[in-house]
């Protein structure tokens, strides 16, 4: 079995790879094979969100699934694929091959020293097909290296907007104002997150609606706020702070039965 049940931890210092020396690590690894990588991207959110909003979500939620499980948490990966947010200020994206390659090799790096269940907490839609590629290279080359565990390693993305629990509440509380980029779901986190957040909200003309994507330059034309249909006016703390606890719950669940499956 990968995964021995850990103690859930008052706090998340137990829990950050950052913190731990490489002896605690091997320690770990004698009872549990699993590792959680935060990933995120670093994009405009609109005209009030913050350009963080997907990496502060998915390093939240993250954080708190290694606090309630008591699996290791690495260094959160900020930046993901955001080509189509390029024709913003403040957005710095990673081409899909980049990121391909920057998974890939920080997997493998994990895999080399006996990590075999690695559990992606995902908070940008734009990164899951390069992530789910970057997975297939890795099987492929921890088996064409003969990596002592190739056989024993999985990987999974888990999106925590996607998650049930999640997107009920957004469905209650926001319609279909909740829109598709910039949502006041994630605009709620973020709130809770930051403080200094909430000063920036403030009632907004509808956005535009959603639609498709074409690239940068398409995307400012058809979402010139950098909205798709999404009313962040709506976004508040309390809300952030009852969306995070229902996604750590959800992908907690998700994450042991991810670590206990043959
Ligand atoms: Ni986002």
Redesign the pocket.
Known sequence: MAFKQLDSFNSTEEIRLALRSWPEVDEYLVQNKGVIIPL??T?Q?GPT?AIG??AL?AEAVALEVGRRTGVLVTPTQSFGMAEHHLGFAGTMSLKPDTLLALIHDLVISLIRNGFERVFVVN???GNIATVKSAFSMVYATAASQELPAASKVRCKIANW?MAGPVSRQAKELYGDQEGC???PS?ISITMHLEPSLLEKQKDLPRASPVGPIFGAEDFRRRYPDGRMGSNPFLAKADHGASFLEKAAIALSDDLIQFLNAP
Do not use: I, M, N, Y
Request: proline fraction near 0%; glycine fraction near 24%; charged fraction near 20%.
């Open positions: 995120g991207s994009e959110h969100g909003t997907d979500t908070g940008h839609g907007f980029h910039a949502t994630e």
